[in-house]
């Protein structure tokens, strides 16, 4: 678990910067940190899918991922209901910032792509359970605590201290992996890890083009997308 208490903490030094700097920060600057947020959304989830889209034992599982999750998401309106707090949120705060969608942002980022995770599977299955800093299956981990601590600030700089929340967010994710490969190695087959990429990815592509005023998809109701490749390799698992 060092490698995600690691991976962790330099999400909350990096939002803790990024919030303090923040209120220092002028307009266009600002405006100028949205647009490579944007940027830098649209490559990560890119690299994300693009390369596993060529290991996905079912290359049209992620449209149907897609297609089920978007009607769910729609259904629930979870888009709705993200607004209708994010407003309250504001009125209560005396600002007009979109603090939870730049949440939802952050947690993608932080939680979908090949470090986030396989880096807590390996470092569950290597030898010495993960707690030496010497130690090769924390590797994918630091590497991408590394690359958080750069993203963090730049999101809490983007939209403030509601960016801490992602640090949980992100210490239960990967924890949660890190359990099932522990206890339970083969209830989380390579297939699964290579479809919640794909999808991941185009949800993160899907985030920047909303941040660059380019397309509002509504990321928020395709959340429930990261569900169905799971559903389906557990009822897979059964047969």
């Keep these: ?39 830098a959304c649209l490559v990560l989830g890119m690299n994300a899918s693009l390369p596993n889209m060529a290991k996905s034992e079912y290359p049209v599982m992620f449209i149907i991922s897609l297609a089920i999750g978007s009607m769910i998401g729609t259904r629930l309106d979870l888009a709705g209901k993200i607004d209708q707090l994010n407003i309250k949120i504001n009125q209560i705060s005396g600002k007009d910032n979109n603090g939870l969608q730049g949440l939802v942002t952050g947690c993608l980022l932080y939680c979908i792509g090949t470090f986030a995770i396989v880096g807590p599977v390996l470092s569950a299955l290597s030898p010495s359970q993960g707690w030496s800093f010497s130690e090769s299956g924390n590797t994918y981990l630091y590497t991408n605590a590394t690359l958080d601590l750069v993203t963090s600030a730049v999101l ?16 239960c994710w990967q924890g949660l992996f890190y359990a099932i490969a522990y206890f339970f190695s083969a209830a989380m087959p390579e297939p699964m890890r290579i479809e919640l990429s794909i999808v991941g990815g185009v949800l993160i592509v899907s985030s920047g083009l909303s941040i660059l005023n380019i397309k509002d998809c509504k990321t928020v109701n395709l ?13 897979k698992s059964l047969f």
């Design 1 to 39: 678990m060092l490698g995600t208490i690691v991976n962790t903490t330099t999400i909350l030094v990096g939002t803790t910067f990024g919030a303090l700097v923040r209120e220092g920060i002028k307009d266009k600057y600002k405006s100028a940190l949205f647009n490579a947020l944007g940027l």
């Design 156 to 171: 809490a700089a983007s939209y403030g201290w509601i960016m801490i929340l992602a640090a949980p967010i992100l210490f």
């Design 223 to 235: 959340l429930p997308s990261l569900l169905v490749p799971v559903v389906f390799y557990l009822v």
